[in-house]
């Protein structure tokens, strides 16, 4: 089954529009636009194992999985993954770095994917073994990538960067300090005292002084919840960051910024 939590629909015709998806364990994001341009979003929850039928379930209920789009990016949000410098990285080890991170899983796919960045950076992660092929038969001139890489390209072209996107089971951590990248994390969380142990505990091991550090903030978080309050009271600052020319009615204008931030 899949529940669409949000959904955008702005009245605009865009020519040669794109598609970006994001799929997390959880759930699936689909945004269309072009040019920094957003035209639609929708965000589902699925509470299916399998990728064939998350994708089944998503397209049941989707607006946009039956348009036509001349390129599409999928990202996806998965745990199980490790950064790798580029000069350290060899070929014969990726799975067995896995094995060690996160314990064996027969069957499943590795993947080596390049970041780019300076110096260069190698993400490998694994996934099941039948989703890359899936998501090639679902989606036209499909390219695939890990969220994670994305995240840690977009954060190096600052110098110093502390940054949290939000979802609603969880967030995502991305330092970066003397423009190198020192975290790129995903976090699950249940209550805020989860989410405020993580983000200082994260601090704390990159000797980050969170009340001497602004904290960029985006996705799935009311300025007015008791987490966000919390969350000022230890940084210096709390910017939200906004993106993409879109109508997002009664929701602030952070809370879609990591999605319409796939298009750019």
């Keep these: ?30 945004v269309t636009g072009r040019a920094g341009k957003v035209s639609a979003l929708e965000y589902f929850e699925t509470d299916e194992s399998a990728m064939h039928e998350a994708l089944a379930a998503v397209e049941a209920a989707s607006a946009l999985m039956h348009k036509t789009f001349s390129e599409t990016s999928c990202f996806l949000n998965l745990p199980e993954k490790v950064l790798v410098p580029a000069g350290q990285f060899n070929t014969t080890v990726a799975a067995e770095l896995l094995d060690l991170s996160f314990g064996s899983r027969p069957g499943a796919s590795v993947i080596m994917e390049n970041v780019n960045v300076s110096p260069g950076i190698v993400n490998v992660y694994r996934t099941e073994a039948d989703w890359q092929e899936l998501i090639s038969k679902r989606f036209r001139a499909v390219t695939r990538r890990h969220l994670h890489s994305r995240l840690a390209e977009q954060a190096l072209q600052y110098d110093d960067y502390l940054g949290v996107t939000f979802y609603r089971s969880g967030f995502n951590i991305i330092a970066v300090s003397n423009r190198q990248l020192k975290l790129v994390r995903g976090f699950k ?8 142990f993580d983000i200082s505990n994260t601090c704390r091991q990159l000797d980050i002084v969170m009340a001497d550090k602004t904290l960029h903030i985006s996705g799935i978080i009311d300025t007015g919840s008791g987490l966000y309050r919390m969350i000022n009271w230890y940084f210096k600052d709390v910017e939200p960051q906004i993106a993409g020319a879109a109508d997002q009615g009664e929701h602030p204008a ?8 796939l298009l750019s």
Excluded: C, R, W
């Design 189 to 196: 969380s249940v209550t805020d005292a989860d989410v405020l």
């Design 1 to 30: 089954m899949a529940q669409k939590i949000y959904s955008l629909y702005n009245d605009v015709e865009l020519l040669d529009e794109q598609l970006a998806v994001e799929i997390g364990e959880d759930y699936m994001v689909l």
């Design 254 to 261: 952070h809370y879609f910024t990591p999605f319409f931030n």
